[in-house]
């Protein structure tokens, strides 16, 4: 039992490359998450899906797409990167509303 | 507008003693509060939590205080490790349609040995 993992562990792009990191999980949640974490700024959700196919937008949307074609993965994009897009990304999971089980982290710098 | 409320970015308490982390929030249709831990370079794990229907919930060493009143929730550590040593998140969340969990900025605590 893996819980969440993240691809990749750590990434370097260059203003405007595109890339997807990769969400998976292995309980079965129904609810899966993206967020970023900065200095100071705490948690913000960037996208999340309530289901299988299903996406909605967060707190910080702006220049990240997400898909959800399977139960079990959630793939968050950047499709032209931005050194504001500089961070920690936290996926995570859930099987209702509440309590969350965050992956391990991608750390991405975007030069 | 910040919904939830880590007024304190930081916290140092001497080993074994008590360690209390505060959050204050401002959207009176939250019922339903957690709290997480965060290491660094691991995902926050979590903790805790309380319904809004109670006013303490204790976990051994860890107790959640809710003060509904005041919209202030508190997080004791009795008595405080130096592994407990990390970022403490507190969250909210509406269970009432369908929106997310709201995270305050965190608080750093350090517990010396």
């Known amino acids: 039992n893996a819980g969440v993992t993240q691809t990749p562990k750590f990434r370097v792009l260059k203003t405007g490359q595109s890339m997807t990191l990769l969400c998976a999980q292995d309980?079965?949640?129904?609810?899966m998450y993206w967020y970023r974490q900065d200095p100071g700024m705490g948690l913000r959700l960037i996208h999340y899906s309530v289901g299988e196919g299903t996406t909605a937008k967060g707190e910080v949307p702006d220049g990240y797409n997400v898909s959800r074609l399977k139960k079990q993965n959630f793939l968050l994009g950047l499709e032209s990167a931005a050194p504001s897009q500089t961070s920690v990304y936290f996926c995570?999971?859930?099987?209702?509303?509440?309590?969350?089980?965050f992956g391990p982290g991608t750390r991405l710098t975007v030069t | 507008d910040q919904q939830v409320k880590q007024n304190s970015p930081s916290l140092s308490v001497q080993e074994g003693r008590i360690s209390i982390l505060n959050c204050d929030y401002t959207n009176s249709m939250f019922d339903y509060f957690l709290w997480y831990k965060k290491y660094p370079a691991e995902g926050p794990t979590f903790l805790i939590s309380i319904s809004s229907i109670k006013d303490k919930n204790e976990d051994g060493r860890f107790t959640v205080f809710l003060n509904k009143s005041a919209k202030h929730l508190s997080l004791h550590i009795v008595p405080s490790q130096p592994g407990d040593s990390a970022v403490y998140f507190c969250a909210a969340l509406r269970n009432s349609g369908n929106t997310p969990l709201v995270f305050g900025k965190g608080t750093r605590l350090s517990v010396i040995a």
């Open positions: 309980m079965n949640h129904e609810y």
């Open positions: 995570a999971s859930s099987y209702s509303r509440g309590g969350r089980n």
